[in-house]
């Protein structure tokens, strides 16, 4: 990188310091902004400019302009300005820059697909593992975990001894953003996790991890997906099992059972209650259900 890089990306460097040590973001969070905003120093550097204050609407427009006729999509541009327009807010709090030339820009809109989950059958299916050694007990554990609790897959692997709460069906994780939850795990996670608990010294861990690997070492988020992918294929299910689908698996049933939007949004740890909105989905026959009973008009002409 030339020393006008080195300059621009200096600056990001801080930026990213300040999102690790005081917003202490998940490191996958930095790891994506480092990513972007690599990115976005190298093409403000091969336009030449040496210092963060030159930069105009203008050049930003033209920064989007080549990255769409690279291929990138409307998602993964949308994230590129998301990460240049928080850094520059970041340098207009600390009076590093008088104005944000990004505020302006507009960010392509991208059609957000629902996920695809698992219907209950093939959920019963998937987990109907009853094998005794070792890592199969340990797989059935986390396929129940996850699918019991509704969790991420970081919040899955990161779990530690001291976290789990047995007795009450309950577990402590670590969300986005560090923010602690409890949830129930329900019963038959529980008593999975208490088989894997005494199988579990076999592998000679190395600290508080629930979930380890052979080697004694906690789980990879890799070594997890690649444990559901293959147990997804010998459980006979006709799709592909990833932790991300189990997790929207778990909202999608728990929604369409309750209909209680505010209590999955706290399962499921969203801010916000309208992402819970476009991660869950109920089935028309039940929303159809649901106004025949509720809306005046639908009722008026009912005995």
């Known amino acids: 990188m030339t020393a006008e890089g080195d300059a621009l990306f200096q600056r990001c460097e801080e930026y990213l310091r300040y999102l690790r040590v005081e917003r202490q973001l998940s490191p996958l969070t930095i790891s994506n902004y480092q990513r972007q ?41 949308a994230l590129r300005l998301s990460s240049l327009r928080s850094f520059l807010d970041w340098q207009v709090s600390q009076g590093l820059l ?38 199969s007990v340990r797989d059935r554990a986390m396929l129940e975990v996850m699918y019991g609790g509704g969790l991420r897959l970081s919040e899955l692997v990161n779990i530690d001894c001291q976290h789990l709460e047995l007795e009450s069906g309950e577990v402590w994780v670590m969300g986005k953003g560090s923010k602690e939850r409890r949830l129930p795990i329900g019963k038959t996670a529980v008593e999975w996790l ?61 929604l369409e059972s309750s209909g209680d939007l505010r209590a999955v949004q706290e399962l499921l740890g969203h801010a916000n209650l309208s992402t819970t909105q476009i991660y869950t989905h109920l089935d028309f026959q039940h929303l159809a259900s649901v106004y025949d009973a509720a809306h005046p008009r639908a009722k008026r002409g009912k005995t």
């Open 194 to 254: 208490v088989r894997w608990l005494e199988m579990r010294e076999l592998f000679l861990p190395e600290d508080n991890a629930v979930f380890v690997s052979q080697q004694g070492k906690r789980i990879s988020t890799r070594n997890v997906q690649k444990r559901f992918a293959q147990w997804g294929v010998l459980q006979g299910i006709t799709t592909h099992v990833h932790p991300h689908k189990l997790r929207h698996s778990f909202a999608t049933h728990m």
């Open 37 to 77: 905003l690599q990115v976005i120093c190298e093409f403000f550097t091969a336009a030449s400019l040496s210092a963060w204050s030159q930069l105009t609407p203008v050049l930003i427009r033209s920064m989007a302009a080549a990255s769409r006729r690279a291929g990138l999509k409307a998602s993964s541009l």
């Open 98 to 135: 008088v104005a944000n030339p990004a505020k302006g820009i507009a960010t392509p809109r991208a059609g957000r697909p629902l996920p695809k989950n698992i219907d209950v059958d093939s959920i019963n299916q998937l987990l109907s593992i009853d094998l005794n050694d070792p890592l």
